[in-house]
T-cell receptor
């Protein structure tokens, strides 16, 4: 079945630094990738949608200059949290979709900003 | 704007009992997804329901979809402790991959 690899699984960084999270589709071409954010005991909130070779489409209220998304190939998308602050601490999950219906989720990245 | 609501938000049930989780959505859609999430983990796909009247079963879980009522149900039969998790339904809108809108989630706790 379709597999999406997400790294790192967890990361701790200092306030003001940047963190990059990678999401790779291992056995299919991901024409569209999605980035979600999840706070404890809450649902997943979509942050942005990216198509290969295009600029990401951000959801309302998501700062595109803070959450940089790059989808340079059909198998790789990255999310960079710039100038991270403690309020950015969260669980980030990517999802990829290929030509057929369905979504495959990465294993998630727990970000803690201290 | 598509809204997806689940109820209950929290469910505590005894092993061996049956219960149903409900998922209502606000806009016409023919595709509904159910996921399971364990604490600290990502999502595990349970069911994809693609048409009105679709019913799928896996083990003690059965999901159904009524697109006219904009309602999906996840029925749990003879619950066991291993089913304790948070369950999400999610809906997308178009014929091709589109963004998923998630429900609020139902945290299920199965007690001995």
């Amino acid at each position: 079945g379709a597999v999406v690899s997400q790294h790192p699984s967890w990361v701790i960084c200092k306030s003001g630094t940047s963190v990059k999270i990678e999401c790779r589709s291992l056995d299919f071409q991901a024409t569209t990738m999605f980035w979600y954010r999840q706070f404890p005991k809450q649902s997943l909130m979509l942050m942005a949608t990216s198509n290969e070779g295009s600029k990401a489409t951000y959801e309302q209220g998501v700062e595109k200059d803070k959450f940089l998304i790059n989808h340079a190939s059909l198998t790789l998308s990255t999310l960079t949290v710039t100038s991270a602050h403690p309020e950015d601490s969260s669980f980030y999950i990517c999802s990829a979709s290929g030509r057929s219906y369905g979504y495959t989720f990465g294993s998630g990245t727990r970000l803690t900003v201290v | 704007e598509l809204k997806v609501e689940q109820n209950p938000l929290f469910l505590s049930m005894q092993e061996g009992k049956n219960y149903t989780i409900y998922c209502n959505y606000s806009t016409t859609s023919d595709r509904l997804y159910w996921y399971r999430q364990d604490p600290g983990k990502s999502l595990e796909s349970l069911f994809v329901l693609l048409s009105n009247g679709a019913v799928k079963q896996e083990g003690r879980l059965m999901a159904s979809l009524d697109t006219k009522a904009r309602l999906s149900t996840l029925h749990i039969t003879a619950a066991v402790h291993d089913l304790s998790a948070t369950y999400f339904c999610a809906v997308d809108l178009t014929g091709t991959a589109s963004k998923l809108t998630f429900g609020t989630g139902t945290r299920l706790q199965v007690t001995l």
